[in-house]
């Protein structure tokens, strides 16, 4: 029977174990695929502790890619032996193969290969959704300064580069000296190592004491004060991500003597709510990757069965760029 990561209770990565798993046949607008690679996330860890709820049993991950093996009724994009990859609900890609809906599934062209192919999906619409649709009132013009915490990290390496190739300038954040020079590496224009530095003061530096237009902010808890604190007036509060934990409660009135700020919470499965939807972002991934703005690039690769020693190692920040399994 093939292998799957599955949990039985929210808590830490000893949670996860590694079992046999039944894969049937697909339903109507169902796949199967069999997974040559699949993606690591943060959103994994958050399922994982179950900070965002689903049922148990639970078999983790939310972005592969492999190879179509059976297509149900009703599924007109996908035909058996089509190389595909997606980022999609429900979890399940930490997986030999599953049996999925087709509707965030994707054809992938052979320039892509595999592995990168697993790296960039989840992690690429979202770089494309904040920096191409996830816009200040004023919009964003070339030479506008954002800045996006995290900047070394999965999503935050794509979108340095996707920043460039649209001509902003990108401030990032990132918690050490060598993750700083990786963003930079990666196209941001300037880079904060917010563990040593004050971010707030050097944002406002950079930006002349004006402020960014938008403040692109994955880190959640730690970062959100100082995020509103270098938005300049009208300016946008992006916030996508709790990797330091949750956003506390808080009073909109703030917002107000802060220079009338806008705050919005984003998901990517809003972006990807339909199949149109999907292709559309997702063309515009493989046009960027194609062309080589964007690199993907994977900086640790792992078995299936140490999917536990990979979520400790994103939780304790020791990892860069994209993470894969090895399927
Ligand atoms: N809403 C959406 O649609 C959406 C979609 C994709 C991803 N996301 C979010 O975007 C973020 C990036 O995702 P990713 O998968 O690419 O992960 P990642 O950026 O590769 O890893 C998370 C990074 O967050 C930083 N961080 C800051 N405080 C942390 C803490 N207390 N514990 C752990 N890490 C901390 C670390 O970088 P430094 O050491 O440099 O600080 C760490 O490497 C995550 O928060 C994820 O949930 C949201």
Redesign the pocket.
């Known amino acids: 029977m093939p292998s799957a990561i599955q949990i039985h209770a929210f808590g830490g990565p000893e949670q996860m174990q590694f079992v046999e798993v039944e894969v049937g046949e697909p339903g109507p607008g169902e796949i199967r695929i069999r997974h040559h690679a699949s993606g690591l996330?943060?959103?994994d860890v958050?399922q994982r502790t179950g900070l965002y709820a689903n049922a148990l049993p639970l078999n983790l991950g939310m972005e592969g890619a492999g190879v179509v093996e059976a297509v149900g009724a009703g599924v007109s994009h996908l035909a058996v032996g089509d190389r595909a990859a997606y980022a999609s609900n429900p979890p399940g890609s930490y997986s030999e193969v599953r049996v999925m809906p087709a509707k965030n599934v994707v054809r992938l062209p052979d320039a892509i290969d595999f592995d990168t192919a697993a790296g960039m999906m989840?992690?690429g619409l979202?770089a494309q959704y904040l920096l191409k649709k996830t816009l200040p009132v004023e919009g964003l013009q070339p030479g506008d300064h954002v800045l996006f915490h995290?900047a070394?990290?999965?999503?935050?390496l794509i979108a340095c580069q996707w920043a460039k190739a649209l001509g902003l300038q990108l401030i990032g954040t990132?918690?050490?000296a060598a993750?700083c020079a990786l963003a930079l590496e990666h196209g941001a224009a300037h880079a904060i190592d917010?563990g040593r530095e004050d971010f707030v003061a050097r944002v406002k530096e950079i930006t002349g004491g004006r402020g960014v237009k938008v403040v692109y902010d994955?880190?959640g808890k730690?970062t959100f004060d100082g995020s509103l604190n270098c938005l300049r007036p009208f300016g946008l509060l992006a916030s996508?991500?709790?990797?330091?934990g949750p956003v506390p409660p808080f009073a909109p009135g703030m917002l107000g003597p802060k220079g009338s700020l806008y705050i919005t919470r984003?998901?990517?499965f809003t972006h990807i709510a339909t199949r149109e939807a999907t292709q559309a972002m997702t063309d515009e991934l493989f046009e960027v990757v194609g062309s080589g703005a964007v690199k993907i690039r994977i900086d640790q690769r792992y078995q299936l069965a140490d999917a536990a020693q990979a979520h400790q190692d994103?939780?304790a920040?020791k990892?860069t760029g994209s993470t894969v399994f090895v399927i």
């Open positions: 996330n943060f959103i958050y989840l992690k979202t995290a070394a990290g999965g999503v935050g990132a918690g050490s993750k917010y994955s880190v730690d996508f991500g709790n990797a330091s984003q998901t990517l994103l939780e920040r990892t």
